[in-house]
Nanobody, 123 residues
Framework: QVQLAESGGGWVQVGGSLRLSCTVS????????MGWFRQAPGKERKFVAI????????FYTDSVKGRFTISRDNAKNTVYLQMNALAPEDTAVYFC????????????????WGQGTQVTVSP
């Protein structure tokens, strides 16, 4: 049974930083493309950032480019999302997803999900 566990969310003021972590257990982490997605209140879950299996390629939604960085440590079975210059519109529940195979920003192509971690950015 593959399980994903996010951590690192919390409350931060505008302009602050947070680092999210997502640890995968029960599977072969290096075989998974990983993604971070977020869901704001009353809205659909949307792609934020993805990273391929080796960690050599990353891709971001336009609104976070230059502020967020996705990375992974295959030895620790963990993917990270470093979030800087946070803004109120970044407030959401952040989910990590794992997909066996090729990386994609399409949410429906991910096989496994964590429970989410709340990020709140206060003006």
């Amino acid at each position: 049974q593959v399980q994903l566990a996010e951590s690192g969310g919390g409350w931060v003021q505008v302009g602050g930083s947070l680092r999210l972590s997502c640890t995968v257990s029960g599977g072969s982490f290096s075989n998974y493309a990983m993604g971070w997605f977020r869901q704001a209140p009353g809205k659909e879950r949307k792609f934020v950032a993805i990273i391929n299996r080796s960690g050599e390629e990353t891709f971001y939604t336009d609104s976070v480019k230059g502020r967020f960085t996705i990375s992974r440590d295959n030895a620790k079975n963990t993917v990270y999302l470093q979030m800087n210059a946070l803004a109120p519109e970044d407030t959401a529940v952040y989910f990590c997803g794992a997909r066996a195979g090729f990386w994609t920003e399409v949410e429906g192509h991910y096989h496994y999900w964590g429970q989410g971690t709340q990020v709140t950015v206060s003006p």
